[in-house]
């Protein structure tokens, strides 16, 4: 199990990969300004997705996270 810094670093190189430093930080700035509904923001700002396709892409994400940073 992960620890919760390593949760966050992982998020952050996610959100970073997806949508570079600058715009990564616009989107934190967003969320943490914005009065923020999670469940909501789920059900209609992220694809629909079962929580078995999500686990998968998680632990591919993880994998490929993991072997960028052993080489």
Same mark, same amino acid.
Request: charged share 25%.
């Given at each position: ?6 949760i ?8 970073i990969?997806a ?8 989107? !934190?700035a ?16 992220l ?6 396709? !999500?686990a998968?892409?998680a632990?591919? !994400?993880?994998?490929?996270l993991?072997k960028?940073?052993?080489?």
């Amino acid at each position: 199990m992960k620890t919760e810094a390593e949760i966050r670093m992982t998020g952050m190189q996610a959100l970073i990969g997806a949508l570079g430093l600058v715009e990564a930080e616009r989107f !934190l700035a967003v969320v943490s300004r914005d009065k923020f509904d999670y469940t909501q923001w789920r059900q209609t700002g992220l694809p629909p997705m079962s929580l078995q396709d !999500l686990a998968q892409q998680a632990n591919q !994400l993880s994998a490929q996270l993991d072997k960028a940073e052993n080489n």
